[in-house]
């Protein structure tokens, strides 16, 4: 209990805003359903993370699992986390690559790049994350670009965790980014609580595959994404369930540049992403992707109405 006319301490129990998820489909005709917490209307950003999906336990059998066709993308950094299953990548640097559960596929549009990714054959059970990183301005026409890394397990008391980006727990990725971020899967044992040091420059985003997570005192259940707001130096996370439990937390300085995302570009105004969408159906700004049986992705129709750069409210 707080004594009577403290406050109580925010770096240590910060709010906690939770943002629920919406179903999707991705991936053009063959479209599979993913459940969608990153953007909102409420919240574009945390730190340059720009999107986040989350899939899964899918049974391929009945599902299909994910047939991407060769799709572009601008500005920004996709990356791929699996929890089961196996994908097929083929970007258009020549990179024929597969991802794997436990292993970081991080791959950089920048000025352009195209992708397809397929469920593999062997694949039963399809399970993972989907995320964006945006580049800021001076590096969003960087050249295209991929990097794969396999974090250790590292230890925690009550958990483990996997870094694939960032530092955390006393463990760095090697992976190269554009800002400082933090990206890693975190188990939980049954009831067990664990503390984090964070750095309180950061923004944070929880969200939780499967379990329910206390998160500096608030629940979140399966496929929600808590978020806190810079100035926590720790955060307290409590697995509530008799199962084990695992999220994903993902964090970085707010990003305060103002952001165009439409289809699968990120840009700094319409026109841009216009020029983008016109480069696909016409140019060779995005390269080919080898090897993929099939058609690529054809470019949706542009809204009627303008695109407007969006930023978080601050």
């Not at 329910?212 to 005192?217: G, K, N, P, S, T």
């Not at 809204?303 to 969006?310: A, E, G, I, M």
Request: glycine letters at 10%; aromatic letters at 6%; a negative charge.
């Amino acid at each position: 209990m707080e004594p009577r006319g403290e406050a109580p301490d925010r770096k240590a129990c910060p709010r906690v805003e939770v943002l629920p998820a919406r179903d999707v489909p991705l991936g053009g005709p063959r479209a599979m359903t993913v459940r969608r917490t990153l953007p909102q209307r409420t919240r574009t950003l945390i730190g340059a993370w720009c999107f986040v999906d989350h899939y899964g336990p899918d049974d391929v059998a009945e599902t299909g699992g994910m047939e991407v066709a060769p799709h572009p993308h601008t500005g920004l950094q996709t990356v791929s986390w699996l929890f089961s299953g196996e994908i097929e990548h083929r970007d258009s640097l020549g990179i024929h690559a597969f991802v794997r559960p436990g292993e970081l596929n991080l791959m950089t549009g920048g000025h352009g790049i195209s992708h397809s990714e397929v469920s593999t054959p062997a694949t039963t059970t399809l399970h993972g994350v989907q995320l964006w990183v945006a580049l800021p301005e001076r590096h969003r026409h960087t050249a295209r670009d991929f990097h794969h890394h396999a974090p250790r397990p590292v230890p925690l008391d009550g958990g483990e965790a996997r870094v694939f980006l960032g530092t955390l727990a006393g463990d760095t990725s090697p992976v190269p980014t554009f800002t400082p971020l933090l990206g890693a899967e975190l188990t939980l044992h049954p009831h067990a609580t664990v503390t984090l040091a964070v750095d309180p420059a950061f923004e944070h985003g929880l969200l939780v595959d499967h379990g329910d997570i206390q998160l500096a005192d608030t629940p979140l259940h399966p496929a929600e994404l808590g978020y806190l707001a810079p100035g926590a130096t720790i955060l307290t996370l409590t697995n509530t369930s008799d199962e084990p439990a695992r999220a994903v937390l993902i964090g970085g300085p707010p990003f305060e540049e103002q952001i165009v995302m439409w289809w699968n570009f990120i840009a700094s105004s319409g026109e841009e992403i216009a020029q983008a969408r016109e480069d696909w159906e016409n140019g060779d700004r995005f390269g080919e992707v080898q090897g993929y049986p099939g058609e690529r992705l054809p470019a949706p129709a542009l809204p009627s109405t303008p695109l407007k750069p969006r930023g978080n409210a601050r």
